[in-house]
């Protein structure tokens, strides 16, 4: 019979628990889990009691991840890349893992190359690619483009009125 507390009574006693633990984390990792590149690169970024804040560590991190196809590294080492955190900058790299995490479905990836491509932010302003990441991803356009197609759709129909009045 299990004693409370014990592995076998609580279930406590698997990988997951012992991702919980610097040692576990940096573990599995190490192995190859793209979500524990992720994690440790989180914690490295931010800093913890297990981890000190080292934005190279987090960045190298991030980048494994990214390298290893896991979409939220993409985006945090595209994030990396953009602001020169723990690396130079280099905004052009940024901008092709936003445009790989976007891809694979990363909504603030996406999110941000529309919005940098409509406003040339770290890029070259392209609204027809803007358009495009709206259109092939099902976005709903951004609250700015929807005023733009109200405004439009009541100047026609004032003019219409206009006309049909003579």
Known sequence: MAQAGSPEKTGSFNLGAMLGTKAGLLKAAEEGDPEAMVKVGDAYYHGSKDFPMERGYASLWFERAAEAGNPEGMFRFAEILRWGEGRLQNVR????????????????????????????????KNPSEATRHILDHGNAPPVRMTGLWIAA??????????????
């Open 93 to 124: 790299e940024a901008e092709t893992w936003y445009r790989r995490a976007a891809e694979l479905g990363h909504s603030k990836a996406r999110t941000w190359l529309i919005h940098a491509y409509e406003t040339g932010d770290g890029t070259a």
């Open 153 to 166: 759709a009541v100047a026609l129909a004032g003019l219409g009125i206009l006309f049909w009045r003579g």
